[in-house]
């Protein structure tokens, strides 16, 4: 579910939209994750103030960072350490296995740790996946691979304890969202392709999209995906008036 948006004037002006929307939102308790584009100090400490706890993905555009990481978890691996969580998803003729490595850091241990609000720990998660058979309707974490295995590493960095299966449940739970709502309002709705540029156009559109995608997947009365539902919805007024009365 969609609980809020800012609009942001172009991507670099992400970074400044993301602090404004955190403050709207009752975050006490809570695990937020942000993708690489939030990996920000500022963004963390945003977050800590509100109560909660963060999971950020480190890619390779903050070097530094990235390569400590990477160090800390070469010398774990090097010593022959077993991963702190393991587990196994397996169906569909796809078999996916995630393996987690996490260590406490509490302040030390990382360029520039006095600077990431109450750090207390990173992560290596390693994801390796086999699929037999292509699945074009079916988003998977890190795209399609047919008939072959592919493996994947990513680091985090959190204000979690190393709690390696707590860890891997926060990132799962990301990537439920870019498929279960991003992927899809690109793919359903084409907002990707979106040509709308004029005013607060894109930005009210992107509202609708959100309540509409809302109101398609807790409308379960119509098996299928969310383009066989909005076609549905044209065609049959009987169903359009159970989605609008969901409202």
Known sequence: MALGQRRSEGGSNEIEAIPELLETLVLEGCIVTIDAMGRETGIAETICEAGADYVLRVKDNQEGL??????????????????????????????????????????????????????????LIETERFEAEPDPDKEAENGSVSGETATEKRYV????????????RASRRHWRIENGLHWRLDVAFGEDDSQVRT???AENLGRVRRLALSMLKQGGSVDGGTKTKRLRAAWDTEYLEHLLGQL
């Open 157 to 168: 960095i959190s204000s979690l304890p190393p709690d390696a299966e707590q860890l891997v």
């Open 199 to 201: 005013g607060s156009g």
């Open 66 to 123: 990235r390569a400590d990481i990477e160090r800390l978890f070469e010398r774990r691996l090097e010593r022959g350490f077993e991963a702190d969580y393991t587990d196994v998803d397996s169906g569909h003729g796809r078999a996916l296995a995630r393996r987690c490595w996490a260590i406490e850091v509490g302040g030390r241990g990382l360029i520039d740790s006095d600077r990431w609000a109450e750090v207390g720990s990173v992560a």
